[in-house]
């Protein structure tokens, strides 16, 4: 039997969602930049880029970052406890809208998906397969998947 666990941080969501996106052949990391925001999670193969925002309660804010992350994954999930993500479903018609998923997690740490994530519409081919092709050996990446290139350069003053 499962053990039953109530949700009270956002990083007790990390196992059962990595798990989820595990089982469907994603290779998962962090915390991964996206143009100067956090993917919770990333997950990536060889045919897709998935990302993942994290959520306690709020998923306007967190539809809001699931959309800015489009620009770089093919596919864009919120995940939330089982009772947040009850309340975000009865708004479902805006998750459809931008074609971001909802994925509840229940207390036993099973992972379903009551709205299905759509293609992206805003995704920008470069961020996407430069963060697939990962060109970099790891050992010169400062970050997952060698993505430090993704964030927007720093550019210095020149006097």
């Known amino acids: 039997m499962a ?3 109530s949700f009270t ?7 059962p969602v990595t798990a989820w996106l595990e089982e469907a052949g994603y290779r998962v990391e962090l915390e991964v930049p996206i143009l100067g925001r956090r993917a919770d999670l990333l997950g990536a193969r ?7 925002e994290l959520k306690m309660r709020d998923w306007r804010e967190a539809l809001r970052q699931a959309i800015a992350y489009q620009l770089a994954a093919d596919r864009v999930w919120v995940a939330m406890p089982l009772a947040a993500a009850s309340s975000a479903y009865r708004a479902r018609w805006r998750f459809q809208a931008e074609g971001v998923g909802l994925l509840a997690v229940d207390d036993r740490g099973s992972v379903r998906a009551p709205i299905p994530a759509g293609r992206s519409p805003r995704l920008l081919p470069y961020l996407h397969d430069g963060i697939l092709a990962d060109p970099r050996p790891a050992s010169a990446a400062p970050f997952p998947f060698g993505l430090s290139w993704a964030d927007p350069p720093v550019r210095e003053s020149q006097e």
């Open 3 to 5: 053990q039953s666990t």
């Open 9 to 15: 941080l956002e990083s007790q969501l990390v196992e």
């Open 46 to 52: 060889e045919d897709a880029l998935v990302a993942v």
